[in-house]
Nanobody, 126 residues
Framework: QVQLVESGGGLVQAGGSLRLSCQFSGRTFSSYVMGWFRQAPGKEREFVAGIDWNGGSTYLADFVKGRFTISRENAKNTMYLQMNSLKPEDTAVYYC???????????????????WGQGTQVTVSS
């Protein structure tokens, strides 16, 4: 019913920037709360950023505050993660996720997300 496809990953030098996109295929994108997660080798998948139905509320993990920005364009069924001042420790596979919600809230728990993309690799060199 819902498919998510990430894009925009790649190799970048420390201090550089990347913009990730998540394309949503399905009906009523605006009814889904969205989020970004990442997973580095040998580590648990962790929450990076979340956004409510229309971008009125966002939440960023402490380790990306001031560097990353989450946004969405509902008319394009797309969510974005703008990543600036990238660090080598940001290296990971980044996943977008969608959670159907009856409330315009930010969701951060992995178990509450219903759909996941395949992920896009972000590699930051030192």
């Amino acid at each position: 019913q819902v498919q998510l496809v990430e894009s925009g990953g790649g190799l970048v030098q420390a201090g550089g920037s990347l913009r990730l996109s998540c394309q949503f295929s399905g009906r009523t994108f605006s009814s889904y709360v969205m989020g970004w997660f990442r997973q580095a080798p040998g580590k648990e998948r962790e929450f990076v950023a979340g956004i409510d139905w229309n971008g009125g509320s966002t939440y960023l993990a402490d380790f990306v505050k001031g560097r990353f920005t989450i946004s969405r364009e509902n008319a394009k069924n797309t969510m974005y993660l703008q990543m600036n001042s990238l660090k080598p420790e940001d290296t990971a596979v980044y996943y977008c996720a969608a959670a159907r919600s009856i409330r315009a809230v930010v969701v951060r728990r992995k178990s509450e997300f219903d759909y996941w993309g395949q992920g896009t690799q972000v590699t930051v060199s030192s």
